[in-house]
Each structure stands twice: as C-alpha cells, then as structure tokens.
C-alpha cells in the first residue's frame, strides 16, 4: 500500500477562484496520493469548501490546474460528467433526492450514468446499505431518516459509483452531536479500507484519528500542508495554532 | 321540458362528435400548453438577456389580451400572411399559446421547488444537466404542479368553448345550432351542460388519482382537496382570467 501512496491521484497548481471582487482562492497547490485521506481545516470563510467543489469540477477555476491521474480536468471542457463519475462527493445538507427511497437514491445513478441494471445496481445498494450500517433502511425516504442515516445513505449514493476519490464537504456541520459519531465512523472505515478521501471538517478528533494529512487554509491560500503526527505535535506556524486554540477551547 | 329530448340529443352523433371535439381540442391544447410552458420557464432560468426579453414580451402579449382575441386573431389574421390554419388547429394553437403563458408560471414555481443543492447532487454523481432535469428536477416538481395543472386543464375544458366562434364544431357550438333550429334551448343546453359536467368530473377524478400515483409514499398526502374544493377553486381562478 505505501508504494501506491507516493502517485498522486489528484493535483492542484496554483488554483484561483474569484466571486466577484472576492478572492476566495489565492494560489492553492495541494497533491492527493492514491489511499490517502486528506482533512482540509480552516476558519469559516477561508475558501475550503472552494477548493473542494473545485476538485469534482463543480466550481470553476479562474487560475490553475487541476490534475487527475495525471490528465488535466481543469480548463474548457463539456464532459465534465465523465471527470465527475469517477469522483464522489457528500454535501453537508446530504442532499438525498427526496423523491426515492434510499435504496433508490444509491440506484438511480448506476443505472442512469453507469448504465448497469436495476438488478445489478439494487444488489449492489443493498450491499453499501449494510457497510454503512443501516441495512434495514432500504425502503426508508429522506424524510423518514434521521441526520445521521441520511448522510449515511449520501456516502453510500456516492460509493455506489466507484469513485477514486471521496469529497467530504463538512459532512457533519446539520448534524445533531450525537449522530455525528456514527458518520465519522463510517468515513473512518473507508480511509482504513483505503478510499482516497479529502475531507472539509471542523472534527478535529476525526483529523486526529483518521488523516495522514492535514491541510490547514486560512484567507484563500494553504497555510500548512503537514502530516497528521506533524501537525499535531506543534510544528505548525502562528495562524494555524491560533485557530487551534480556539477551536480546542 | 322534455327528459326524453335531453337524452335524446346527448346520444344523437352530432352531440357525441361535439363533446369528442370538445375533449380533443382540450388535450392537444393543454398538451402544447405544458410544453409551451415548460420551454417559456426553462427560458427564464437560463438569466440570459435575450431569454428574459423574449419571454416577458410573451407574457405581455399573451396575457395582456383576451384569449378570444387571440382565437380570433390566430385565424383571422394569420392568412394575410400566408399562413393559413384550419380551424381546429387555429383553435389549438390559440388556446396552447395562451395556455404557455399561464403553465409557465406553474412549472417555474415547481422547478424553482427543487433546491439548487439537490441539482448539484445530480451532477456530482456524474449526470449530465439533461439527465438531472429529467430523473431529479422534474419528478420532483411534477409532484408540486400537479394541483395547479388539474386545475388548468378543468379551466382548458370550459375555454375550448370559445373557439365556436371560429366554427369549429365543438359540443358548445352543435348545442347552439341545433337549439337555434328548433328553439328547445333548454334541451340542447341541458345535454351540453350534462356532458361538460361529466368530463370535469372524470378529470378531477384522475387528477386525484394521479396525485395519489405520484406521491410515493400512498400515506402521505401532501395536499387534500375534495371534489368540491377544486370545483370552487376552479372557478376562482378562471373568474380571474
């Protein structure tokens, strides 16, 4: 496994993004290795979750490249839907389609983008249902689940495509405290099982226990770029001990 | 009175043509008219300059004019241009055109239901706009628009009378001549009268079960409306128009 750490799947040069006058990225290069779980800190507003729409294409770019195993995505382009099949993403209000149940939100795109049967894709919902540890909410809809069950079944929607690499957005910040445990679990798994990951949070727990790596961005720009023992042991710079202090307080 | 003349006009071909006519021209109207519609509020969500000038100069026109006008213009006016319509499709094309105008009010405010972030899940999973619009945004908001589109095609049915007046021969229409031939006003009007009745009343029936088939979860009911209740609410909205 440490051999296939060192390829990055996922690079980003020097990427900027403007909303207006605003300037929420300012030059951020940051390189995913395959297997590797990545957790983006930062105070609110420093352009993290930006940067991760950034990656799935979902923003785009003004400034920079994007690099996926070594082909660029960023740029003109009209097929992003074929650059995003292969990456998922969790949005931090879920966002199950509200018309389906859950069985039916983890089937709809496998069978409408990947094109595999309904057979094949209940099968294989079914299978995501139980490692995200609620096999017995197939028939459920969105609004019968709790916070906490949701999110589970977003992971599980997003897994259901393959993906190389898992986008976290803040993925427990609508959560409840006490249903954010059992979201975190389930992330936690998956980097163990080795799901490339990069994960927008303010768990700090979570970083701490899952991450190789931390990333902490503050104004727009990557301030550390550390592994996680690293980061955590105080070789960190000003900015980032400030907001440590603050949020560990 | 005589029940016997009412019954006998209600089976006689002319009566049974008109009401058939009446119901086609209500279809292919309120057919066209959701696309119409459809295309006007897909129109307006796209903010472009080009978009929004079209449309609102649509709407001004369409609504801002009497829908008799525009039957009559439609089939009046357009052959000095060389377009010459029959009168069925003058009449649909007026009653569509005027339809669009109002369904597209109807299908932005489903559409706009549907939260941008549910989209944005759409596309994150790899869908392409079109594929999101199709299995997200629209089952969605069908569910929210189909109240109001019941309603419009129940208001549909009582509009397609006015294209009598460009003699298109729809139940309204061979109950007036055939009344005028003999004055039993009563008669011809009663079996005219019964037949509309009927037909609004089997549209209110498979508005509610449709809404039913939609929503899925049979439990949940998102909003009830008695048979009474979308008659009032019927006729409130077309006393506006």
């Not at chain 1, 931090?92 to 149940?101: I, K, N, T, V």
């Not at chain 2, 609504?63 to 069925?88: D, E, K």
């Not at chain 2, 094309?93 to 597209?104: D, I, Q, V």
């Not at chain 2, 139940?171 to 009745?197: C, D, H, M, P, W």
């Amino acid at each position: 496994m440490q051999d296939i750490n060192d390829k990055p799947l996922l690079v980003l040069e020097g990427i900027e993004k403007s909303f207006g006058a605003l300037k929420v990225l300012k030059g951020c290069s940051l390189s995913v290795s395959a297997s590797e779980t990545v957790v983006v800190i930062g105070p609110s507003g420093s352009g993290k979750s930006t940067l991760l729409r950034c990656m799935n294409l979902l923003e785009p770019i003004d400034n920079g490249v994007i690099l996926f195993e070594d082909r660029e995505i960023s740029g003109e382009r009209n097929d992003k839907h074929v650059v995003r099949k292969q990456i998922g993403m969790v949005f931090q209000g879920f966002e199950l389609f509200q018309h389906l149940s859950a069985v039916e939100n983890i089937m709809l795109a496998p069978v409408k983008v990947l094109g595999m049967s309904r057979a094949d894709a209940h099968d294989i919902a079914v299978g995501l249902l139980r490692k995200v540890h609620i096999p017995d909410k197939a028939g459920a809809f969105p609004d019968e689940l709790s916070g906490g069950q949701q999110q589970r079944v977003a992971i599980a929607r997003a897994l259901a495509m393959k993906p190389k690499v898992m986008l976290y957005d803040e993925p427990t910040s609508a959560l409840d405290p006490e249903m954010i445990r059992e979201v975190l679990d389930v992330m936690a798994e998956l980097s163990a099982e080795g799901m490339t990951s990069v994960v927008v949070t303010h768990e700090i727990g979570f970083a701490r226990s899952a991450a190789n790596r931390i990333v902490f961005m503050d104004g727009g720009e990557i301030v550390e770029n550390k592994f996680t023992e690293e980061f955590f042991s105080g070789a960190v710079g000003g900015r980032a001990r400030r907001f440590l202090d603050q949020i560990l307080h | 009175m005589s029940l016997e003349l009412v019954l006998e006009y209600m089976v006689s071909p002319a009566f049974v043509e008109g009401a058939l006519m009446t119901l086609l021209l209500t279809l292919c109207s309120i057919v066209c008219g959701v696309a119409v519609g459809l295309v006007i509020a897909l129109l307006q969500d796209t903010k472009t300059k080009i978009g929004q000038a079209l449309t609102t100069l649509y709407l001004w026109l369409f609504r801002g004019t009497p829908v008799l006008f525009q039957i009559i213009f439609i089939y009046n006016v357009l052959p000095s241009f060389g377009i010459r319509l029959s009168a069925f499709v003058s009449g649909v094309l007026a009653l569509s055109l005027n339809e669009g105008a109002y369904m597209a009010e109807i299908v932005r405010s489903g559409l706009q239901a549907v939260k941008t972030g549910q989209r944005v899940a759409g596309l994150a999973l790899g869908m392409t706009r079109g594929q999101v619009l199709r299995f997200i945004v629209i089952p969605q908001a069908a569910r929210i628009v189909l109240p109001p589109m019941g309603n419009q095609l129940i208001g549909m049915l009582k509009l397609s009378a006015l294209v009598s007046v460009i003699a298109v021969q729809d139940l309204l229409l061979v109950a007036n001549q055939i009344a005028s031939a003999n004055f039993r006003y009563f008669e011809a009007l009663t079996a005219a009268g019964i037949y509309y009745l009927a037909m609004t009343t089997v549209f209110m029936m498979l508005q509610m079960a449709l809404e039913r088939a939609l929503d899925p979860k049979a439990r949940r009911k998102t909003r009830k409306w008695t048979l009474t209740q979308r008659l009032l609410s019927v006729s409130n909205e077309v006393a506006t128009r």
